[in-house]
């Protein structure tokens, strides 16, 4: 058994298959599979039930894993330990994000970081909320970024920004020339709505509440994954949604979409960072800190007050 074959368990575990595990890792399929057996002939047990499109962990496997990650963790805080001998900072940053802050805030702000940071290596994953959160306190991710809080959650959450958010309709839809509109004048619209366990929906179904709107009583027509559908399905004239300016902003520079006239009040989503309890990676931490200092947007405002730590519920 070595540090390569707990590692490629650990990936195949995380990415649900030995196909995906080789793409991430860089390496073949038939090498996964050989990691993995040389790793269960160690063990003296099969770790993987291997099914049609699908692998799921086996009793030795599920017992196995907690093991490895902690082996895994403490083999990357040595290296940064070591590292932090020569001040570099280096080693693997997983991070987990929420699809907004995944898609168009984590990959604008990497470029700097990893011109100042080349040795880190970053992977990306984009979940629901709630997921990022368990990813988080599971330990397979270092870090999370979301558009929301999870409740109960054993995460720790930091507010590092904001996010503006925008009502879209149908060009072609009255209230594309509706002046000084508000949230209460859209209730017997149609709307389009991110699924839920979406930081996107639930931010959104609170600033109706704040309105006065029950979110359980408007015609949601349709639920869909992404931003990028929620502005497709209003293209279609479906109806209307409310979701990131950065996802709506092309859409609406080609006209596409309208943008609904809220008579200048703000819908503003905060941005949280995610780690566990625990004392973070090197790697983890530098990220953190870069994000606490990152310049801001045209749509987005990064640490401009300072982070205020929160534990979240």
Known sequence: MNISQLRTFVTVVERGSFSGAARLMGISQPAVTMQIQALEAAMGAT???????RVDLTEAGRTLLPYARRVLGEVERARDDIAALSGSVSGRLCIAASTTPGVYLIPRLLGRFLAKNPEVRVTITIHDTAQVAEAVQSGSADLGVTGAKVKGSRAVFTEIGSDELVVICPPESPLASLENASLPDLAE????????????????EQLLAQAGVDPEELRVIVELGTGEALVSAVEGGLGVAMLSRQVAQKALALGTVARVDLGGQALVRPFYLLLSKGTPARAAQAFADYLAQAPDSDDVRIGTEGPTSQTGG
């Open 189 to 204: 619209a149609d709307w389009i709505m991110r699924e839920r366990g979406s930081g996107t929906r639930q931010i959104a």
């Open 47 to 53: 770790l993987l039930d291997r099914r049609y499109r």
